[in-house]
């Protein structure tokens, strides 16, 4: 994986999200469990919870849609945080840091839509979702945290 575009994808996120709070995270793991087992001790190491059964497997496709909706839009209101187009740019390139090969996981709904939705919250926060990327000897973290 190249480090250096790692750190400019990260880093692009985290100052372009200016509404809640985002954690972007891209480090080695090792392959010690079962997907959701190393997604939980992941999360726990940064101080989230675990959610066990609770994850919810998607594909690439809504991995994608979802990370473009949180990107471009805040949880709470549904108000513009960045341009549509640069949503779509940096969700694509966290995206691809990753092999064709990796699994998705979110903590809820969110990607159909904000009708209905319903999660397992990982924070504190009111609104929190994202995607959690399991790579055979990579993790990676892309969340995003609202209040109402």
């Not at 999360?43 to 497997?57: D, K």
């Not at 809504?62 to 709470?76: I, M, P, Q, Y």
């Not at 999660?119 to 399991?134: C, E, K, M, N, R």
């Amino acid at each position: 994986m190249d480090e250096a575009l790692v750190l400019r994808v990260v880093q692009a996120i985290q100052a372009e999200r200016t509404a809640g709070e985002t954690t972007v995270v891209v480090q080695p793991w090792p392959r010690n469990d079962t997907p959701t087992g190393r997604a939980d001790a992941f999360v726990a190491s940064l101080g989230l919870n675990a959610l066990g059964t609770g994850w919810r497997v998607v594909d690439r496709s809504r991995a994608d849609r979802l990370l473009f909706n949180v990107l471009h839009k805040d949880l709470a209101y549904g108000s513009v945080v960045m341009p549509a187009a640069r949503a779509d740019e940096l969700a694509r390139a966290w995206l691809d840091l990753f092999p064709p090969q990796a699994l998705f996981f979110t903590n809820g709904t969110f990607h159909n839509g904000s009708s209905g939705a319903s999660w397992s919250p990982i924070t504190h926060a009111t609104f929190d979702t994202g995607v959690l990327v399991v790579a055979p000897d990579t993790l990676g973290l892309c969340w995003v945290q609202d209040e109402d």
